[in-house]
């Protein structure tokens, strides 16, 4: 089972309001991912969590807030976020951050910010 | 590792071959990736290639290495109107597990 879940599918959130992304594995993987994924663009790596820990923050801004709770769920955690942060958020995860090791995507949650 | 280029479009006829081609930087990398999306779905793992192979052959997939070029290709045989998506390519530089993905190709398969 290569399978990685996310909820909510679909997101529409106004610029003050706070919400959360889930992701979930139970491929006992100990590497996940957070990504934004903007129209007709490659994937951008936003946050990596390693062993539970955070491993890399690449330069996201404060409004967005990642949470790994357990080794089989990643939360994003959403507040006060503008426009141009709507996009297809998408969560990966691989057995861990040795070089190589393919990483598995999620179906993604579409963020609309209004 | 960060400059990984693809042709943005591609068009073929349904049952012929595709090619999709890819070019690389990082002379490093060790393991390179083809993934596959869908509209509005995540990415799909179709294959990978280690840099020590120069072909990789899964079905209708054949992955070609050419490490002196760096460059990456992803021949799909007998293209189906299934395959309408976009490819991305991605290398794993020998640091870490961090991805670095191409641009994507848009792949349109025409009955």
């Known amino acids: 089972d290569t399978e990685v879940t996310q909820t909510p599918k679909h997101l529409v959130m106004g610029m003050t309001n706070k919400k959360s992304l889930k992701c979930e594995q139970h491929m006992g993987h100990r590497a996940m991912y957070w990504y934004k994924q903007k129209a007709k663009k490659p994937p951008e790596l936003m946050f990596v969590?390693?062993?539970?820990?955070?491993?890399i923050n690449e330069s996201v801004p404060s409004r967005f807030s990642p949470e790994c709770p357990n080794s089989s769920l990643l939360n994003l955690h959403l507040h006060a976020l503008q426009p141009e942060d709507s996009a297809l958020y998408l969560c990966?995860?691989?057995?861990?951050?040795?070089?190589?090791?393919?990483?598995?995507f999620g179906p993604g949650t579409r963020l609309t910010v209004l | 590792g960060e400059d990984v280029e693809q042709s943005l479009f591609l068009s073929v006829r349904e049952g012929d071959s595709s090619v999709i081609n890819c070019t690389y930087t990082?002379?490093?990398?060790?393991?390179l990736y083809w993934y596959k999306q869908e509209p509005g779905a995540g990415l799909q793992l179709l294959t990978y290639?280690?840099?020590?192979?120069d072909m990789k052959q899964d079905q209708r997939l054949t992955v070609l290495l050419n490490k002196k070029d760096k460059h990456l290709s992803l021949r799909i045989a007998d293209t189906q109107t299934g395959d309408s998506a976009i490819y991305f390519c991605?290398?794993?530089?020998?640091?870490?597990?961090?991805?670095?993905f191409g641009t994507g190709t848009s792949l349109t398969v025409i009955p």
């Open positions: 990082d002379s490093s990398s060790t393991y």
């Open positions: 290639i280690f840099s020590n192979m």
């Open positions: 969590y390693s062993y539970e820990k955070l491993s």
């Open positions: 991605a290398e794993s530089p020998n640091t870490g597990n961090q991805f670095y």
């Open positions: 990966a995860s691989s057995q861990d951050l040795t070089t190589g090791r393919a990483q598995y």
